[in-house]
């Protein structure tokens, strides 16, 4: 079974940082390319940064230049570090593997980050 498991969200001022992890279990874990999802409240789930296997990443025009998506293969974990957070950048976020459209697995708890002064 697959479990995601997201941590590292907190209160954090405008202009702050913040790194998120997501550890996987339940999966050859060096196979699959993670996403770093967000939903913020009456919004549709987006996706906001993936990283491949091979670590080649994409980012969604509204985090470019700000956020940064890793991986550690040994410890099964993706992070998204977070600067120059903005009010817009409050959300929850989620990690999954992203498959065209859909996500390939349940999703976790998610991980609240809110910005604010």
């Known amino acids: 079974q697959v479990q995601l498991v997201e941590s590292g969200g907190d209160l954090v001022q405008p202009g702050g940082s913040l790194r998120l992890s997501c550890v996987v279990s339940?999966?050859?874990?060096?196979?699959?390319?993670i996403g770093w999802y967000r939903q913020a409240p009456g919004k549709e789930r987006e996706l906001v940064a993936r990283?491949?296997?091979?670590?080649?990443?994409n980012y969604a025009d509204s985090v470019q230049g700000r956020f940064t998506i890793s991986r550690d293969n040994a410890k099964n974990t993706v992070y998204l570090q977070m600067n120059s957070l903005s009010p817009e950048d409050t959300a929850v976020y989620y990690c999954?593997?992203?498959?065209?459209?859909?996500?390939?697995?349940?999703w976790g708890q998610g991980t609240q980050v809110t910005v604010s002064s």
């Open positions: 999954n593997a992203p498959s065209g459209r859909y996500v390939l697995f349940t």
């Open positions: 339940g999966i050859i874990f060096r196979f699959n390319t």
């Open positions: 990283i491949t296997s091979g670590g080649s990443t």
